[in-house]
């Protein structure tokens, strides 16, 4: 852990009161747990039916949100003493085409996937409400997706993760290693809320989830274009499978196919949409701000 450190305070000019990677990693990987479990339980105190419903749902988007963000920018402001830029979270400018291409990476396989399935003949899916319900609907659950997900699950493990572990890691061991954290985070919320049987479904999804979108962080340099991957993927997921605005007949076949491909396809969506493969071999040091410039 030393020699680790060592090189990344040599490579990105580190100040020696810096706290170790390792324990950076580890504090802000436990905040985000404990910010998940304090919504999980203003969830149950406030909403005691399972159902979720609207104002549950605003409610936990709201509270993650406005704990999770604020834990990244202390993080990024007292433990690592950087700039937030160097997060990849740019300016809406600057993110508008990568956010474009991770929503692009999850629509297009996933769109021919589904597409492939009801025109087998291995799943149906028919809107159960009129349109003018079925738009709005999946409109606002789009937003909530965005400010409950999105973002602040981006932001910690595509952004803050993997920008320290990127500095004092190959970006390929980078990808890995911040997955690993992301399918730990994700599986141990279930495994506390619903014990262990769910185990076995959720680490291989988040594991894989995460070395997606890790890898699309890699490929792009922009945190924007795992937001757009991470937004199309659940928006479209809690639609078909959660709303009530569409009956599904064939859930497993859409699961195994339309789901699944642009986690097979997603990377290599996205390396054609931006013209390269990245660098995946490079580590990135995370250089102090220049005197002057904002931190």
């Known amino acids: 852990m030393n020699a680790i450190h060592?090189?990344?305070?040599?490579?990105?000019?580190?100040?020696?009161?810096?706290?170790?990677?390792l324990v950076r990693v580890i504090l802000v990987t436990v905040g985000a747990l404990l910010v998940w479990l304090l919504m999980g339980w203003v969830d149950d105190t406030l909403f005691p039916a399972e159902e979720v419903t609207t104002a549950s749902h605003v409610v936990n988007a709201l509270l993650v949100f406005v704990l999770a963000v604020p834990l990244v920018w202390a993080a990024r402001r007292f433990l690592d003493r950087r700039p937030w830029g160097g997060l990849g979270l740019t300016g809406v400018r600057e993110g508008r085409r990568p956010f474009l291409v991770g929503a692009a990476a999850w629509a297009l396989p996933g769109a021919a996937g589904i597409a492939l399935c009801v025109a087998m003949g291995w799943a149906s899916v028919t809107a159960?409400?009129?349109?003018?319900?079925?738009?709005?609907?999946?409109?606002?659950l789009a937003a909530l997706v965005l400010v409950f997900e999105a973002v602040p699950e981006e932001l910690i493990f595509r952004g803050y993760l993997y920008r320290n572990l990127n500095a004092a890691m190959p970006a390929w061991l980078a990808v890995l290693a911040q997955a690993a954290l992301?399918?730990?985070?994700?599986?141990?919320?279930?495994?506390i809320l619903n014990g262990w049987g769910v185990l076995a479904e959720r680490l291989p999804l988040f594991l894989g989830m995460g070395i997606v979108l890790g890898g699309i962080r890699l490929v792009t340099g922009n945190l924007w274009a795992c937001v757009g991957f991470h937004l199309v993927f659940q928006t479209v997921a809690q639609t078909m499978l959660s709303s009530?605005?569409?009956?599904?007949?064939?859930?497993?076949?859409?699961m195994s196919t339309g789901f699944l491909a642009p986690f097979v396809f997603g990377v290599p969506t996205v390396m054609l949409l931006s013209l390269t493969t990245g660098d995946w071999g490079r580590r990135v040091p995370d250089p102090i701000a220049r005197e002057g410039c904002p931190s």
Do not use: C, K, M
């Open 6 to 21: 060592g090189s990344e305070r040599a490579t990105a000019g580190v100040r020696p009161e810096r706290p170790p990677v």
């Open 128 to 140: 159960a409400v009129p349109w003018t319900e079925l738009l709005p609907g999946v409109l606002s």
């Open 182 to 191: 992301f399918a730990l985070f994700g599986t141990g919320l279930w495994v």
């Open 244 to 254: 009530g605005y569409v009956e599904v007949r064939g859930v497993d076949a859409i």
